[in-house]
């Protein structure tokens, strides 16, 4: 139990282009997800968290407008990277808060854009 | 706000041996959680323990166990007869008892290294 999912797991884009990442969790209801990024060899950092219904939470020094954060149901969160430049590129990680408030991590995506 | 601290970069350890690795955490709240989380090359992150800080006795998953001491806020986790897949990034993590969605708060990681 308690699988979250990302997709894509990897995606190449231009600059200047959109992205969107979806994050799904497969086998329980999640009202708080969870946005990470994670530099190569680094630590996780957050970038937002997401409720099912209302807006995201975005942490300091994260352009909200840059990453746009939907979370439209209780099993899906998206986060779209606007207008992607080659230092958006990184890997992206997803958490779901199950129902005893421990996060469960999606695997992950990487974004490379060129 | 929380931090948490792992002083050791990258850890070795010869199959079968045990290692330690290093946590401590600074916080003024008096209920919270920590983990240790396991990130290996496929970059999925894998609960490994947990230890809730109202509990004085230290958590143990089969090979895995913690030295947790709340004074010194200090929360090492013990690996025993470690195997190569025990090989991975190794993040200490705390989070609040209650508060704003329950964030998670994570140490920079130890690589730790598995030699046959």
């Known amino acids: 139990g308690a699988v979250v999912s990302q997709h894509p797991s990897w995606v190449i884009c231009k600059s200047g282009t959109s992205v969107k990442i979806e994050c799904r969790s497969l086998?329980?209801?999640?009202?708080?997800m969870f946005w990470y990024r994670q530099f190569p060899k680094q630590s996780l950092m957050l970038m937002a968290t997401s409720n099912e219904g209302s807006k995201a939470t975005y942490e300091q020094g994260v352009e909200k407008d840059k990453f746009l954060i939907n979370h439209a149901s209780l099993t899906l969160s998206t986060l779209t990277v606007t207008s992607a430049h080659p230092e958006d590129s990184s890997f992206y990680i997803c958490s779901a808060r199950g129902r005893y408030y421990e996060q469960y991590f999606g695997p992950g995506t990487r974004l490379t854009v060129t | 706000a929380q931090t948490v601290t792992q002083s050791q970069p990258e850890m070795s350890v010869q199959e079968a041996e045990t290692v330690t690795l290093s946590c401590t955490y600074d916080?003024?709240?008096?209920?919270?959680?920590l983990f240790w989380y396991k990130q290996p090359p496929s970059r999925q992150m894998i609960l490994v323990i947990r230890?809730?800080?109202?509990?004085?006795q230290n958590a143990t998953e089969n090979r895995f166990s913690v030295n947790f001491q709340k004074a010194a806020k200090s929360f090492s986790l013990k690996i025993s007869d470690s195997q190569l897949g025990d090989a991975a990034m190794y993040f200490c993590?705390?989070?609040?008892?209650?508060?704003?969605?329950?964030?998670?708060?994570f140490g920079k990681g130890t690589l730790l290294t598995v030699n046959p």
């Open positions: 993590a705390y989070r609040n008892s209650g508060g704003s969605n329950y964030k998670l708060t």
């Open positions: 916080t003024s709240e008096s209920d919270y959680y």
């Open positions: 086998d329980f209801q999640a009202t708080t």
């Open positions: 230890q809730e800080a109202y509990k004085q």
